[in-house]
């Protein structure tokens, strides 16, 4: 039998864990009936026991470091924040569309299972999200457009101890992250930031304008 979304099924069997995520070893499975509603996904803002096996939604996603997305078929995690710069992993697995696809555009919302994957004891670490198809990701309602990036200027680029912005619409806020998502800086409608503090490396600084926003990389030398 060829298991399918929105079949209910009952299964016997034994209670175990691979690398955090608690899992049942089958040893019977009985097809309840096929063809049915499938649960609304749960809107979620972190990953964590909660949220393992459940049917999950994240909104208002963005990549970290696009070049993440191998797209070759492989298994690969991505890393994502929102829009606070908390980050998460995000596992697409090649058993899915999505491993053979390319990216899709950033800020997104992304549907998916709850994983872990965590090898090292107190196993409360390493909680994922998987996808599997390409609808379930959709534009993110938070910035309805994204922003033509010949409509911003940030230079320059490298930079040393000022980042400036230029935008041909006014700017709502700047973010600056480092590649662990962590939000550095914040400022509203600021088109210069001081970043004379900050260590040497790369960096992902988010624009929002009244017409949307955009991520681009920068990096400090």
């Keep these: 039998y060829t298991f399918n979304a929105g079949d209910v099924i009952t299964v016997k069997g034994t209670i175990d ?70 980050m998460f992993i995000m596992r697409i697995d090649n058993d899915s569309e999505l491993s053979t696809m390319s990216a899709p555009d950033a800020p997104f919302n992304v549907v998916g299972i709850g994983g872990q994957f965590d090898r090292n004891e107190p196993l409360d670490e390493g909680y994922q999200i998987f996808p599997f198809f390409a609808a379930d990701f959709t534009g993110s309602s938070s910035l309805d457009n994204i922003i033509d990036e010949n409509a911003v200027m940030i230079y320059p680029n490298p930079f040393r101890d000022q980042l400036i912005i230029e935008s041909e619409d006014p700017i709502i806020s700047t973010e600056l992250f480092n590649i662990q998502g962590q939000r550095l800086l914040r400022s509203s409608e600021s088109t210069t930031l001081d970043v004379s503090e900050i260590a040497n490396g790369v960096y992902f600084i988010r624009i929002e304008t009244k017409d949307g926003g955009l991520m681009k990389k920068v990096i400090k030398e």
């Design 17 to 86: 864990q691979f690398n955090g995520l608690t899992q049942i070893e089958p040893e019977e499975i009985a097809v309840e009936s096929v063809g049915g509603d499938l649960l609304d996904p749960e809107l979620v803002t972190t990953l964590n026991e909660s949220t393992e096996s459940s049917y999950i939604k994240m909104d208002n996603m963005s990549f970290v470091d696009p070049s993440q997305w191998a797209g070759d078929g492989s298994s690969f995690n991505v890393d994502i924040m929102d829009g606070d710069g908390n």
